[in-house]
């Protein structure tokens, strides 16, 4: 069998849930990386956080045990300086609700900072815990005056040690209800962000890598990208079960071991030893006694493995509401270990964050 990274030529990570949390590395992640480096895959970081610039993402992701080079880093700042220096003249000021990072990658596209809403002809905004009520009350007012609005992404919410917690999305939806507008978005799920880091790899065979189905995955889907979705993140089972077709990621894992594991194991297929049917509004999950993956190896099998069966049968049939239950005791521990509650009605939807 073939391992998922030998299918690809490139791997494009996202960082925030993928690759860590917080200020700590994610268990086997940096070990993960430098496998698929090794194994001849091209490696590119993708961040949706518009507060750090290039050189300071990479040299945070070598603290945490990455080898990752400036030239690797794509960020959703560099994006959003692209697409005003597209549409503004050179040198036109801009406003910016973010870090001085942010302001930096502005700069170095060739545009100027404005201190005040009257002399903004555009508005960025990015991610900064600084953020305030008077940074948005500069940024409305200078919306409300016609200034162009570029936000570096809309993630509601940002995956910490201690929890998720207000993401950029969260501020922008307070200017977006304060000025009735609405902005251009240059991070995921947009194509900016993908379409740069392809070009800078050199890829043909790209893989996306994250851990959000409503950015990571939703993006590679509208660019045509195969994606990976981890479950160390913000997107738990339950959400990928409820998922839409346009947030339905091509392989699922349980983290980034998954890019040594063989391709078809990781798949929306049929998984043995599990045997995943539909029965009226109810998925009914099981194990296969029968199966050789369960009983020549005498482990216990993969929770993972069974929520890509049920999501194969689910799918198939449309997706919607659905109740999920298990028929034996090792299928209901594998939903205990995934977070689904044995018998608890699954919604489908958009998942939020």
């Known amino acids: 069998m073939t391992a998922l990274r030998e299918r690809h030529d490139a791997l494009l990570f996202d960082l925030d849930?993928?690759?860590?949390?917080?200020?700590?590395?994610?268990?086997?992640?940096?070990?993960?990386?430098?496998?698929?480096?090794?194994?001849?895959?091209?490696?590119?970081?993708?961040?949706?956080?518009?507060?750090?610039?290039?050189?300071q993402v990479a040299e945070h992701l070598r603290a945490l045990g990455f080898a990752a080079d400036e030239q690797e880093v794509v960020t959703?700042?560099?994006?959003?300086?692209?697409?005003?220096?597209?549409?503004?003249?050179?040198?036109?000021?801009?406003l910016v609700v973010g870090t001085a990072a942010l302001a930096g990658q502005l700069i170095d596209a060739g545009l100027s900072i404005a201190e005040r809403a009257e002399q903004a002809r555009a508005v960025v905004q990015g991610h900064s815990p600084d953020t305030?009520?008077?940074?948005?009350?500069?940024?409305?007012?200078?919306?409300?005056?016609?200034?162009?609005?570029?936000?570096c992404n809309t993630d509601a919410t940002l995956p910490d040690e201690r929890g998720e917690l207000p993401g950029n999305g969260a501020m922008v939806?307070?200017?977006?209800?304060?000025?009735?507008?609405?902005?251009?978005?240059?991070?995921?799920?947009?194509?900016?962000?993908?379409?740069e880091a392809v070009r800078r790899a050199g890829a043909e065979r790209p893989l996306m890598v994250g851990d959000r189905?409503?950015?990571?995955?939703?993006?590679?889907?509208?660019?045509?990208?195969?994606?990976?979705?981890?479950?160390?993140?913000?997107?738990?089972?339950?959400?990928?079960?409820?998922?839409?077709?346009?947030l339905r990621p091509t392989y699922l894992g349980a983290d980034l071991g998954a890019l040594a594991a063989p391709?078809?194991?990781?798949?929306?297929?049929?998984?043995?030893?599990?045997?995943?049917?539909?029965?009226?509004?109810?998925?009914?999950?099981?194990l296969d006694p029968g199966s050789a993956d369960h009983s020549a190896g005498g482990s216990e099998p993969d929770p993972v493995a069974a929520l890509c069966a049920l999501?194969?049968?689910?799918?198939?049939?449309?997706?919607?509401?659905?109740?999920?239950?298990?028929?034996?005791?090792?299928?209901?521990?594998?939903m205990d270990t995934l977070g689904l509650a044995v018998g608890a009605a699954h919604p489908a939807g958009d998942p939020v964050g």
Request: charged letters at 20%.
């Open 263 to 286: 391709e078809e194991r990781l798949r929306i297929t049929p998984q043995a030893p599990w045997r995943a049917r539909r029965e009226g509004d109810e998925l009914l999950l099981a």
């Open 132 to 151: 305030g009520w008077h940074n948005l009350a500069e940024a409305c007012l200078a919306i409300r005056a016609g200034a162009e609005w570029v936000a």
């Open 311 to 334: 999501c194969d049968v689910h799918w198939r049939a449309g997706g919607g509401p659905v109740r999920v239950r298990a028929e034996d005791s090792v299928a209901a521990a594998a």
């Open 213 to 246: 189905l409503d950015s990571d995955i939703a993006g590679a889907n509208g660019v045509g990208m195969p994606s990976l979705l981890v479950l160390t993140g913000v997107s738990d089972a339950s959400a990928v079960l409820a998922a839409p077709a346009r």
């Open 173 to 195: 939806q307070a200017l977006i209800t304060a000025t009735a507008s609405q902005p251009l978005v240059a991070g995921k799920p947009e194509p900016a962000l993908y379409h």
């Open 76 to 94: 959703s700042g560099q994006a959003a300086a692209r697409l005003l220096a597209e549409h503004l003249e050179p040198g036109a000021a801009v």
């Open 17 to 55: 849930g993928t690759l860590f949390r917080g200020g700590t590395a994610l268990a086997g992640a940096p070990e993960a990386v430098a496998a698929s480096a090794r194994a001849g895959c091209r490696i590119g970081y993708l961040t949706n956080n518009g507060s750090r610039n290039a050189a």
